[in-house]
């Protein structure tokens, strides 16, 4: 499905990606781990497509597709979901209308009806419900006033009512209680686990990956992956550290 060969890339003419290669298959799930700098944030800003980020060498392919000829809003719209590690808020725009133009956005490319608004409202709070997230913060303002953890929960919600076919989560753990890491844990689980669908899940600690079971845990190092194995090694590092692994 996402198939990357020899990446590199830069920001502000620094090299961060130095030669990563990676394939993920539809039913898979990747976990990438790594120290801080490593480059597992601007490997999940490249594919997302986001500006300032400068690809120098390799080759990207996302469905057949070459994912870096296409403009973050067609990625969006083949089916490419990016769940930042700081969402940010959007004042004046409520969830409902953010999601509900988002997702008839996607549709709409794809050539798909769009969601009448009870429809689209009944699919919002659903997925609300599926992650403990109260109804009534579909109507406020993205983000603004959210908890760390109540912001990872909401791009949750976005997921779910999305419904990508393939996910970049960065850092989804990050700022989430014990209680919220399982629900978000199950929430991925749920969404994205499926024959035609793939995940990748960027983190720094292995304690998600005991909710979200990863077929493949890559070591990302000073730009390139140093190290695969299975969920073994997540435990591993979590045990001796970056330094010893890669050792």
């Given amino acids: 499905m996402l198939k990357i060969e020899n990446l590199h890339a830069e920001i502000d003419g620094k090299p961060i990606l130095k030669g990563l290669t990676l394939a993920v298959n539809a039913g898979e799930i990747h976990a990438i781990m790594g120290p801080n700098g490593a480059g597992k944030s601007t490997l999940g800003y490249v594919l997302g497509g986001r500006p300032g980020y400068e690809v120098t060498q390799g080759s990207v392919t996302f469905a057949g597709q070459d994912l870096l000829a ?3 809003h067609e990625r969006a719209a083949a ?3 990016l769940g930042f590690q700081y ?4 004042p004046g725009v409520s969830n409902v209308q953010f999601l509900r133009e988002s997702l008839n956005a996607q549709r709409a490319a794809r050539g798909e009806k769009p969601l009448s608004g009870a429809e689209f409202l009944k699919l919002a ?3 609300a419900k599926l992650l403990d997230m109260d109804a009534e913060m579909l109507k406020r303002p993205v983000n603004v006033g959210f908890s760390g953890g109540e912001k990872k929960r909401n791009e949750m919600v976005q997921m779910g009512v999305i419904a990508p076919r393939f996910a970049i989560l960065d850092e989804t ?3 989430l209680d014990i209680d919220a ?3 978000v844990g199950d929430g991925i689980n749920r969404i994205m686990r499926h024959a035609d669908k793939a995940v990748l899940l960027i983190t720094h600690y292995q304690r998600l990956l005991d909710y979200v079971k990863p077929d493949f845990v890559h070591v990302l190092d000073d730009g390139r992956i140093t190290r695969t194995g299975g969920p073994e090694l997540a435990l591993q590092l979590e045990r001796e550290g970056y330094v010893e692994v890669a050792a």
Avoid: A, H, T, Y
């Fill in 70 to 72: 296409l403009e973050p």
């Fill in 79 to 81: 089916g490419l979901f």
């Fill in 87 to 90: 969402p940010v808020e959007i």
């Fill in 125 to 127: 709070r659903e997925q």
């Fill in 173 to 175: 753990d990050s700022g």
């Fill in 181 to 183: 890491l399982r629900i």
